[in-house]
Structure formats: structure tokens, C-alpha cells
């Protein structure tokens, strides 16, 4: 049926001379006044019926003849009136435009594209939050950012931002980062922002392969780059496992990071930072599915080694107060 209206179009009455067919609309026309004089006879309002596509339709309010004749007895309704009446019918139909449905059917089959961002509204947008010396946003502009945004500085929201944005240091967006970045992710507001983030972190809890991007990203988001860092001080490492890992956190995650703490390892490289995350993937709570014949960094190993002198530890201890409450008893 798609967009039109020329199945529902009541048919206009032939002008061809054709005697037969004059005839036939002639029955038509009688037909039509004994059954208006027909429903005059009875009291209150009257219900003629119709047929509309083929269907028959009751119409059961009064007023909506008044234009067929003085007094809707004995007066035919013309061709035109009855057209009339048609197109105030249909009127009253849903329209049939692109989302529109006929027998139930859903006729749209596109997908609803989405505005393209404004370019001069992202730069704008920037405006409102570069250093006024420098054509980037720093750490004042994005505290101010956050707080319009309703977040805060060291929420997970405003690392999935950065990664977004493919921001190359922390504290700092350049206006090609915040341009790009913003166009990519189809906003060009503030509020534009705020609707789209909790998309990307849903899209993130069932994402594996986009979880691993914005994990590698971290690594270099936390690196000094003007200073050429390229090993992630350790207690930087540790603030940014537990940001990255607000989402999917694995079961060894407090035991890895207290290892790192108690042993102050001072760095943790590009390497050892990337493999953790399919180390925290295969391996179990319990470590046991651990191979340190497998190439492992070296720090895995020490951190399993020390995992399980502390749990032969606690065993040892279990055993003892047991053997202790046996000979008391």
C-alpha cells in the first residue's frame, strides 16, 4: 500500500453514454433511498451502512449527513456527497507515512537515521572550555566539562570520554581530539554527551573486543608523554585498574593489586599491563589453572608463588588450631 492513498479512493460515477451502465448506478441510487427512507421511520438516529474498500462500515452519527438534503428523508445523497463522506472518513484514519503499519505490518524497514553533528556547534562547544592562552582544553576546562556533564573527574564515564575522544594525555583534550571524537559518537551537546555515555558502557559489559580497546588505551592514557614515560608508575597502574575494572572486574583483581602494594613494585610495562587482562581471563579464582611453563612476565609468577605460600600459610594455621581443639577435647 505504501505511502498512497489511491486504494481507499471511492470510484466517481463513469460519464460513457453506456446505456447499462446508467442503468445499474440508477438501481444504485434507488437502492440508497429506500434505505434512507427506511431509517427515517425509526427513532432517534439512524445507521446506514456503507461499503468502503469493499467492507462494510457503519456510521451511526446523525449530524454527519446534514449536507445530503434539508431533512436526510427525502433527499439522495449525490455522487459528491457520498465522496464527501469518504474523505471525512479517511481523514480519521492514521496516516500512512513511512512508520505507519497496514494489518498489523510495519511498512518501515530503515533504521532512524541519526542527526550528523554541527561541526561549528562542536567547535563552539570546545570554545566554552579551552585554556585562554593555549587551543586546548586542560585540567580547569575539563573539571568545568565534568561538572556540566554531572560527573566526576575520576569516574569511569569520563575514561570511556577520553577513549572516545582518543585523547593522547591525561588532562588534556587538544580540538581536534574533542571535535573528531564528539562527531564520531553522532553529538554535538552537552546533553548529546550525557545520553550517549551510558550507551558505550552497555556496549562495553557485553563487548569483549571493545573492553579490550579502552583497556589498552588506559595503559597509554596514564603515560607522561611529554617526559617520553613508556613504564606506568605502579601506584598510577593500581588507580587505573580499579577505574578500568569499574566494569567486569575479575575475581583476582583486590589480590593482585594488594600483591603490588605489600611487594612496591615500582613499574609496570606495556607487556605486563596488556597480559594481565587475559591472565585474569584464564586463569581461576584459584589459581589453579596456572602453567608458569606458559610465557608468563615474571611478575605473574611471583604474584601466584606468593598467592600460594598464603594459602599453604592458612592451611597451616587451619591445621593447627584443629590438632589444638582434638587434644583439648
Request: proline share 5%; aromatic share 10%.
Amino acid at each position: 500500500m505504501g505511502n498512497c492513498f489511491s486504494c481507499f479512493k471511492v470510484p466517481l460515477p463513469p460519464t460513457s453514454t453506456d446505456q447499462s451502465i446508467a442503468l445499474d448506478h440508477k438501481d444504485e441510487t434507488m437502492e440508497l433511498r429506500g434505505l434512507f427512507q427506511n431509517s427515517c421511520q425509526q427513532s432517534g438516529s439512524f445507521v446506514p451502512e456503507t461499503h468502503v474498500n469493499g467492507n462494510r462500515k457503519s456510521i451511526s452519527t446523525l449530524p454527519t449527513f446534514n449536507t445530503v438534503g434539508s431533512d436526510n428523508c427525502g433527499s439522495v445523497p449525490s455522487v459528491q456527497s457520498n465522496l464527501r463522506l469518504s474523505r471525512g472518513f479517511y481523514a480519521r484514519l492514521p496516516p500512512l507515512g513511512r512508520s505507519g503499519t497496514s494489518s498489523g505490518l510495519n511498512l518501515s524497514t530503515e533504521p532512524k537515521q541519526q542527526k550528523e553533528p554541527s561541526e561549528s556547534k562542536l567547535n563552539a562547544l570546545f570554545d566554552q572550555y579551552k585554556d585562554p592562552h593555549e587551543d586546548v582544553i586542560l585540567a580547569d576546562g575539563i573539571e568545568r566539562l565534568c561538572d556540566d556533564l554531572q560527573l566526576s573527574p575520576d569516574e569511569f564515564k569520563v575514561l570511556v570520554l577520553a577513549w572516545k575522544l582518543n585523547a593522547e594525555q591525561m588532562c588534556q583534550f587538544t580540538r581536534h581530539e574533542f571535535v573528531t571524537g564528539l562527531k564520531a559518537m553522532k553529538v554535538d551537546s552537552i546533553r548529546g554527551i550525557q545520553a550517549r555515555l551510558p550507551e558505550i558502557v552497555q556496549e562495553l559489559t557485553v563487548n569483549s573486543d571493545l573492553f579490550k580497546d579502552l583497556y589498552r588505551f588506559t595503559f597509554r592514557f596514564g603515560l607522561d608523554v611529554t617526559s617520553g614515560q613508556r613504564i606506568l608508575p605502579a601506584d598510577m597502574a593500581i588507580v587505573l585498574w580499579k577505574l578500568v575494572f569499574t566494569i567486569r572486574e575479575p575475581p583476582l583483581l583486590i589480590r593482585w593489586l594488594k600483591f603490588l602494594e605489600c611487594h612496591h613494585i615500582r613499574g609496570i610495562p606495556r607487556d605486563t599491563w596488556n597480559m594481565f587482562l587475559n591472565f585474569a581471563e584464564s586463569i581461576g579464582d584459584d589459581l589453579g589453572a596456572y602453567d608458569d611453563a606458559e610465557a608468563w612476565p615474571s611478575l605473574f609468577d611471583d604474584f601466584v608463588e606468593y598467592e600460594n605460600d598464603q594459602m599453604n600459610q592458612n592451611i597451616t594455621k587451619d591445621d593447627i588450631m584443629k590438632d589444638a581443639s582434638i587434644d583439648k577435647a
